[in-house]
């Protein structure tokens, strides 16, 4: 709050952002003592403010609800994409908006806060456009600590709850599967993959439709723009571009349904451009996607732990260690795979989602790139058992992917 810079929160549709800012917030804002005249909003997104959502009309609007110069006011504006037309958005000068948004940041005694759906429109081009005056905050859907907060179960059901369903907020007041599987499915169809149409002005949504379906399909899986152009024309006999997939990925980036972790050679310390994996925001929202039909367990807890990392602040990427020797006389090369680097600042972790341990050869297996990486930065391996953590002779932690999720500071300990 006062630190002159407008708050950019950003996230997914109905991931709580507007619960944050009018519930949370006001109520804060309340406890202060600061009067309703004092707090100005605007829910963008709304019919009732629809004519707010021309720019000129919005500024308008909130100067003249500052009267008095020598006291503070709080600018709550929802949605503000709305406030971005068609042919701004595909356009080369900057919105109107943001001239809106840098008027308020010259007057004192104005403390701005927006939110959005939209990253492009918010994350990159905000922090642009206001050279170092925008400021964001991220909202994600529930983490897995904060879905057992209010669970009534034990850990386990919860898990088994979790991975089905998610963690979208409005999930947790329904109480039935069929509601819980409705919700999920029309809001990835009805708000998501329409407001991506309507924005980019898509003339047909099919391909897109069906984009999301194969990306949902591959969680875990490394892919790139002509490995899923091969899908597209083998299986479903589609003309599709790499261009068009490449954008159509852009879009979903954008709308926070999906991020993209890249490959990092880990000895040789660089990125490599592709293939790359890409992770769902919200995994309830990737099993609504596919009606329910492919909740693989294994995969559904690597996306469940990246999440957990980017939701704790960590830069992500997949680590590749390349193995060098000799096999029956002969020389070999090959690529091992870390499922995460997770970079935060000066620390770095490597972390193994194997889900199950059930024999030396497997545990071997997920190990074996862990070994390969021959730097003094923590290295973990993940389960979904409940077991004690314990390390090997390598110094490599097995713990249960409930205490690594449960406990926020467990990779400092």
Known sequence: MGNGLVKVITGARRCGKSFLLFTLFEDYLHGKGVDDDHIIEAVLDDMAYSDLRDPERLYAYITSRITARDEQYYVLLDEVQYAIS????????????????????RMRNVDVYVTGSNSKMLSTDVMTQFRGRGDEVRVRPLSFAEFMQAYDGDVQHGWAEYVVFGGMPLTLSM??????????????????????????????????????NVLASSIGALSNPSKIKATFSSVLHSLISVNTITQYIGYLEDAFIIEEACRYNVKGRRYIGSPKKYYFEDVGLRNARLGFRQVEQTHIMENIVYNELRMRGFNVDVGVVEQRGYRDGMPFRRQLEIDFVANLGSQRYYIQSAYQLPDMEKTAQEKASLLGVDDSFQKIVLVRDIIKPTRDDHGILTMSVYDFLLEPNILQA
């Open 86 to 105: 068609d042919t701004e958005m595909h356009g080369d000068e900057p919105p109107q908006l943001y001239e809106v948004l840098n008027g308020l940041l």
């Open 175 to 212: 109480r039935t599967d069929e509601q819980k599987s409705r919700y999920l499915e029309s809001l990835f169809s009805e708000t998501y993959l329409k407001d991506i149409v309507a924005r980019n002005r898509l003339r047909k949504s099919q391909e897109l439709d069906d984009l999301v």
